[in-house]
């Protein structure tokens, strides 16, 4: 078979474990999306193909793959789009590249034990650094079937990853063989290869399937709602929109839908990411009407504490006390802008703020480096580097509810297991997520957003509520299951009853250990290649 149509095949493959709309009968795909990739690096090597045809397919099939999966993010700006598709591609061509050079130097053997250990080491990276945007990691394909891998609470989402290419390799080799010969042609025990991937297969889905039928809800109860305004952000929700609806009504908007929902036992309301949009300067913020506004309600529903996503400023006193975000004007001096999740505990309480911390590359945080080249994209919201925080604040549990300790994710902040595992080792018996993912009007980015939702609570153990502005509103319980979601592109609200854990699982507790293990292994791994390259180099002259 071609190359070419390898390569194709391959992403296509891929792709369907991150459908339009993820469905469990598509995740099987994963199981085989690699195999194309591992056939055409095979027969490249075999005819001798030069390091540049190797690469090209290469990326080829990760550019199509990137294309397929991510292609709505230029709904919201088409060059960011690209930039994403193009660059990421890139990136992932260099755990491949790691193993063809590892395979070529220390055989074959090695080589394709250290697939898997590059690739993970290469998604642990992505977790962490500038550049950061794991959409992709092979684990997340499992968000639509998460009854498959409620073993996650043990390894987070990288063991998915692990479980990926364990089957992959193995269907690989159970086809073709070490030596490239067809299974067909090889008599007696070969034949047991098979019984490897099916294995592989099965031993973790029943795992996970035992773990599941006999795990129960824990904690305490409470009531919560979630708000879903629904304000297009490109016409309506912001300021100099052709439809643009002034911010008091904006609120009165989020009040009115709250109170359509709002029980005595209510004890906890979200509102999505932004919906206070206008810039708040966080010392004088409780002089602002809409802030009084949302006081004197809360006076009104005693025993209610009210989450909501806001904008905010914050300034410092001289340019050695400012950080490395912040912005100057000479009226203003130094200061900076906030992506914020402000908490009122009760209508007295002052507000608790919590400033996202895990930003989107070339939007809230552009690195040094492409400051000067991608510093006009807009995805939405402020554009350039905006401040952030170190540490994950866990809301204080409000009068009435002491059990009801509460986590701010805000929208991209949900694609990370080991960010959010930090708010459950600070005490967070409740995961909430305020988002707005209007940008990317009514596409697959969204809907993979909203169950990537469904992963974080399985490595956490914790439930899960969820305003978004418009996209997915409700709620997941400690299972993974969705247990109630609002339809998209409405204005609604919606209310649950949700758990309140206060146990650590084992993932919570001892962080990546499959990422860090596989980093610290590809470090060991190129050492040896390097020197057994040398090696090679010395006895060939």
């Not at 960011?80 to 590892?102: D, H, K, S, Y």
């Not at 609470?153 to 490239?180: D, H, K, M, Q």
Request: charged fraction near 15%; charge should be positive; hydrophobic fraction near 45%.
């Amino acid at each position: 078979m071609r190359p070419a149509v390898l390569a194709v095949l391959g992403a296509l493959l891929l792709w369907g474990g991150w459908a339009p709309w993820p469905t469990a009968w598509l995740v099987p795909l994963l199981f085989i999306g690699w195999v194309p990739y591992l056939l055409l690096e095979r027969q490249l090597t075999l005819q001798g193909a030069s390091k540049r045809t190797v690469f090209g397919y290469t990326y080829l099939f990760l550019v199509l793959w990137n294309a397929l999966t991510t292609w709505w993010v230029s709904y919201a700006e088409l060059t960011a789009g690209i930039a994403a598709v193009v660059l990421n591609a890139l990136l992932m061509c260099l755990p491949l590249m790691a193993f063809r050079q590892t395979k070529k130097r220390l055989g074959s053997r090695v080589g394709y034990a250290s697939l898997p250990i590059f690739w993970i080491a290469f998604e642990q990276l992505h977790l962490h650094w500038d550049l950061t945007w794991p959409w992709l990691t092979l684990g997340n394909g499992f968000a639509a079937a998460p009854q498959w891998v409620q073993w996650y609470e043990y390894t987070g989402f990288l063991g998915g990853s692990v479980w990926v290419w364990a089957v992959n390799l193995l269907i690989f080799w159970a086809w073709w063989g070490r030596g490239g010969v067809p299974f067909w042609n090889i008599a007696g025990p070969r034949r047991w290869r098979w019984a490897m991937p099916i294995l592989t297969m099965w031993i973790p889905f029943t795992i996970s399937t035992v773990i599941g039928r006999n795990y129960q809800e824990k904690g305490p109860t409470a009531e919560v709602v979630v708000v879903q305004p629904n304000l297009d952000p490109y016409v309506e929700k912001f300021e100099g929109g052709a439809k643009f609806v002034p911010y008091d009504e904006q609120l009165t908007r989020l009040l009115s839908l709250t109170e359509q929902k709002l029980t005595p036992q209510t004890r906890l309301v979200l509102w999505p990411e932004t919906a206070l949009e206008e810039s708040y300067w966080q010392n004088t913020i409780d002089s602002n009407y809409k802030i009084l506004r949302i006081r004197e309600w809360l006076r009104r529903h005693p025993g209610v504490s009210v989450l909501t996503g806001i904008t905010t400023i914050d300034s410092y006193p001289n340019k050695e006390g400012a950080s490395e975000t912040a912005r100057y004007r000479d009226d203003l001096g130094y200061y900076d802008i906030f992506n914020t999740g402000a908490y009122f505990a009760t209508a007295a309480a002052p507000i608790a703020f919590y400033h996202k911390s895990r930003l989107v590359p070339g939007v809230e945080k552009i690195p040094p480096l492409l400051a000067s080249v991608i510093s006009h994209i807009d995805l939405g919201g402020t554009v350039g580097s905006v401040g952030s925080q170190p540490d994950r604040t866990v809301y204080p549990a409000p009068p009435g509810a002491p059990a009801l300790r509460v986590a701010p994710i805000i929208c991209y902040e949900s694609i990370y297991g080991d960010f959010v595992s930090e708010y459950a080792r600070n005490g967070a018996t409740l995961l909430s997520v305020i988002t707005n993912d209007a940008w990317w009007h009514d596409s697959p980015g969204y809907r993979q957003l909203f169950s990537y939702g469904v992963l974080r609570c399985i490595e956490t153990r914790r439930d899960l509520a969820r305003s978004a502005n418009t996209g997915f509103t409700g709620f997941i319980n400690q299972k993974g299951e969705v247990i109630q979601r609002e339809q998209a592109w409405i204005p609604t609200a919606s209310r649950a009853t949700v758990h309140l854990n206060d146990e650590l699982t084992f993932y919570v507790r001892f962080g990546e250990l499959i990422g860090r293990g596989a980093q610290i292994l590809a470090v060991l791994l190129l050492m040896v290649a390097i020197v057994q390259g040398q090696r090679q180099k010395q006895l060939a002259r």
